[in-house]
């Protein structure tokens, strides 16, 4: 539609912490294609944007977090040609996905409601998690006969392992909450009305720290899932090189030295 609004609404905070909400809580906060590449530019902003120190992904509503693609969303083309599809994939959900994994600061989900296939994705790429204990995580795309997308086979399997994310995705059977805090799909399930207070608390806790290094930190994290020892060491002995210069290494030595709470500044 020529009037859609994409129903992603951007505010930073003083502190440095960039609060991302899907408002689209009448059609369970999925997202059409306009809000799924909204959405995707957001964190490419944030990754940017030197102010920013955190992000906070928050989703309107008490019902959904997000319910994936909207029911119209992704339509598949008239006339097909071969890589239609992947290219769909590609430069669609997979881009979001990517951008949230990719931003290198700290982001963290606070899930309201129902996280459903591509959204359950979105809780899966954050770096910190937390979700009312109301809330539920579902991959459906068994019970549709489609295949797994938005990442969710990858990021499952490093989360879960293969024998849960197996279950998981040939099941599609719904997971509540304190079932994601046992599989570690969640860090942490708090009453509903603590989710937004707890995540914000958690984003400004990370906005305040050394995001130099929590930014390697992430890297770290990420390639030491994905790759064997040899490129571990390597990755962790360059970013040990780059904030061995930092200011906040030096901040935080004369801290402790000094016995006094550390004033980060992010470089």
């Known amino acids: 539609?020529?009037?859609e609004q994409p129903g992603i609404e951007v505010v930073t905070d003083d502190d440095g912490v960039r609060r991302i909400t899907i408002d689209r809580a009448d059609v369970g906060n999925s997202l059409s294609p306009l809000a799924r590449d909204a959405l995707a530019d957001a964190f490419l902003s944030a990754d940017r944007d030197p102010a920013v120190r955190a992000v906070l992904l928050t989703a309107a509503g008490s019902r959904h977090f997000c319910t994936g693609a909207?029911?119209?969303a992704d339509s598949r083309p008239a006339e097909r040609r071969p890589g239609d599809i992947a290219r769909l994939l590609q430069q669609g959900w997979q881009r979001l996905i990517g951008a949230i994994l990719d931003c290198a600061k700290p982001v963290v989900a606070a899930?309201?409601?129902t996280a459903a296939g591509a959204g359950a994705s979105l809780v899966l790429?954050?770096?910190l998690v937390v979700m009312s204990e109301t809330a539920r995580l579902i991959e459906p795309f068994v019970a549709r006969g489609i295949l797994p997308d938005s990442g969710a086979v990858f990021l499952l399997t490093r989360i879960v392992g293969l024998r849960r994310a197996t279950e998981l995705l040939m099941l599609g059977e719904p997971v509540d909450a304190a079932r994601c805090e046992q599989l570690g799909l969640v860090n942490r399930v708090v009453a509903a009305e603590a989710v937004y207070p707890t995540a914000l608390e958690l984003a400004r806790r990370l906005a305040a720290g050394p995001t130099v290094m929590l930014s390697l930190?992430?890297?770290l994290l990420a390639v030491s899932s994905e790759s064997g020892r040899d490129r571990a060491f390597t990755e962790e002995a360059w970013a040990q090189e780059i904030v061995s210069t930092s200011h906040d290494l030096q901040e935080g030595l004369?801290?402790?030295a000094e016995r006094r709470e550390p004033r980060?500044?992010?470089c």
Do not use: E, I, P, Q
């Open 125 to 127: 790429a954050s770096d």
């Open 254 to 256: 004369r801290a402790f």
């Open 217 to 219: 930190t992430k890297r």
């Open 111 to 113: 899930v309201n409601g």
């Open 264 to 266: 980060f500044r992010g």
């Open 70 to 72: 909207g029911l119209s």
């Open 1 to 3: 539609m020529a009037d």
